[in-house]
């Protein structure tokens, strides 16, 4: 089992940027595939962004491509999500995934086994 927690969140100008940290409690994240998703009040939560296990691959919602990049080092059990030119209709909580039962790249479609508590991202126009 691996515990995940977010940091970095906060409130930015439209067009600014963060870098959103999730720290998981194992030092096997290695062996974990991790996304990035992300909800707003009232909606189903999204897909944001993900990344294979040493790194490889990644993949983003289209909303997000070219703005966001989802990164990941296994020394120190973190993955990131550094966030460009942010819009107010990024405004949302972000939490992290972990899975490790996942066999090939991670994608949208990835069932995630553990999550983290979530962290608010608030863009101002």
């Known amino acids: 089992q691996v515990q995940l927690v977010e940091s970095g969140g906060g409130l930015v100008q439209a067009g600014g940027s963060l870098k959103l940290s999730c720290a998981a409690s194992?030092?096997?994240?290695?062996?974990?595939?991790m996304g990035w998703f992300r909800q707003v009040p009232g909606k189903e939560r999204e897909f944001v962004a993900s990344i294979s296990r040493i790194g490889s691959i990644t993949s983003y919602t289209d909303s997000v491509k070219g703005r966001f990049t989802i990164s990941r080092d296994n020394a120190k059990n973190t993955v990131y999500l550094q966030m460009n030119s942010l819009k107010p209709e990024d405004t949302a909580v972000y939490y992290c995934?972990?899975?490790?039962?996942?066999?090939?790249?991670?994608?949208?479609?990835?069932?995630?086994?553990?999550w983290g508590q979530g962290t608010q991202v608030t863009v101002s126009s």
């Open positions: 194992r030092r096997t994240l290695s062996s974990y595939v």
């Open positions: 995934a972990a899975d490790k039962k996942l066999l090939g790249p991670p994608g949208p479609l990835t069932e995630y086994d553990y």
